[in-house]
């Protein structure tokens, strides 16, 4: 990626909540630095006491990269992916905070194309999204598939956020929009995506797009069972009745 005088003017903090995922964290880490060679970035671990030496590999990252660059910010056990946020959001001293997961669903190759996307059009978030032309999944059978496009379509019928990808969670932000909106947010599992969404177009903000392929986890286990799916279908009717 070429450097810019915009992109050296910005610093992004790079928030990734993690639970088991010592598998994960290091090769995330990696094509982190390899795609954002030419931008100043810090990556926030916020890791919910995973057993299984996530926080380990974390402190060997830092030893290799510095820790001024791997920020480990750990807490005692699983209190939730919105909290997640919110802790990370704290320690963030860069212009712009970028949120991601740490399973390589979302492909750090994309991020070169959310910053340039920011910075020509002043986009107060830039999302990624499965559902336009140029983003797609990768790896799911064709029940998740239709799992996730029914409730994508179910929350656009219902909300009208003025985005094409409502439940994902590959997201850039302005520092001081993500406090804005994350503040108004009652949201703490999975619904906290979507709620953040519509708060922020409730809100007027300026929101931009680019197409993403979401890649289904190699290493570990996904996260994502029947409660969340209960969750997100209360966590719908609440952001209806009070959006």
């Given at each position: 990626?070429a450097?810019?005088?915009?992109?050296?003017?910005?610093?992004?903090?790079?928030?990734?909540?993690?639970?088991?995922e010592r598998l994960?964290i290091?090769?995330?880490?990696?094509?982190?630095?390899?795609?954002?060679?030419?931008?100043?970035?810090?990556i926030i671990v916020?890791?919910?006491?995973?057993?299984?030496?996530t926080?380990?590999?974390?402190?060997?990252?830092?030893h290799?990269?510095?820790?001024?660059?791997?920020?480990l910010?750990?807490?005692?056990?699983?209190?939730?992916?919105?909290t997640?946020y919110?802790?990370?959001?704290k320690?963030a001293?860069?212009?712009?905070?970028?949120?991601?997961?740490?399973?390589?669903?979302?492909?750090p190759?994309y991020?070169p194309?959310f910053?340039?996307?920011?910075?020509e059009?002043?986009a107060?978030?830039?999302?990624g999204?499965r559902y336009?032309?140029?983003g797609?999944v990768h790896?799911?059978n064709?029940?998740?598939k239709?799992?996730?496009?029914?409730?994508?379509?179910?929350?656009?019928?219902?909300?009208?956020?003025?985005?094409?990808?409502?439940?994902?969670?590959?997201?850039?932000?302005k520092?001081?929009?993500?406090?804005?909106?994350?503040?108004?947010c009652?949201?703490?599992?999975?619904?906290?995506?979507?709620e953040?969404?519509?708060?922020?177009?409730?809100k007027g903000?300026?929101?931009?797009e680019?197409p993403?392929?979401?890649?289904?986890?190699?290493?570990?286990?996904?996260?994502?069972?029947?409660?969340?799916?209960?969750?997100?279908?209360?966590g719908?009717v609440?952001?209806?009745l009070?959006?």
């Open positions: 990626m450097e810019t005088e915009g992109e050296r003017k910005y610093k992004y903090s790079i928030i990734i909540p993690t639970y088991n994960n290091a090769l995330i880490v990696y094509l982190i630095f390899k795609h954002l060679r030419d931008v100043d970035f810090e916020v890791d919910d006491g995973s057993p299984d030496g926080q380990e590999i974390v402190k060997q990252l830092q290799l990269y510095g820790e001024d660059r791997i920020l910010r750990a807490r005692a056990k699983k209190l939730g992916l919105g997640a919110i802790h990370g959001l320690h001293t860069g212009d712009f905070v970028v949120i991601m997961d740490a399973d390589l669903s979302h492909h190759k991020l194309s910053i340039k996307k920011q910075l059009t002043n107060s978030i830039v999302t999204t336009v032309k140029g797609g790896g799911w064709l029940m998740r239709l799992t996730s496009r029914g409730a994508n379509v179910l929350a656009q019928t219902l909300l009208w956020p003025g985005v094409s990808d409502l439940t994902g969670s590959f997201r850039l932000y520092k001081s929009v993500l406090e804005d909106v994350i503040s108004s009652v949201s703490k599992g999975y619904v906290f995506q979507m953040m969404i519509v708060r922020a177009t409730r903000y300026h929101i931009e680019v993403i392929t979401f890649v289904d986890r190699v290493f570990g286990t996904s996260k994502l069972g029947g409660s969340e799916i209960v969750e997100y279908l209360k719908l609440y952001l209806l009070t959006t």
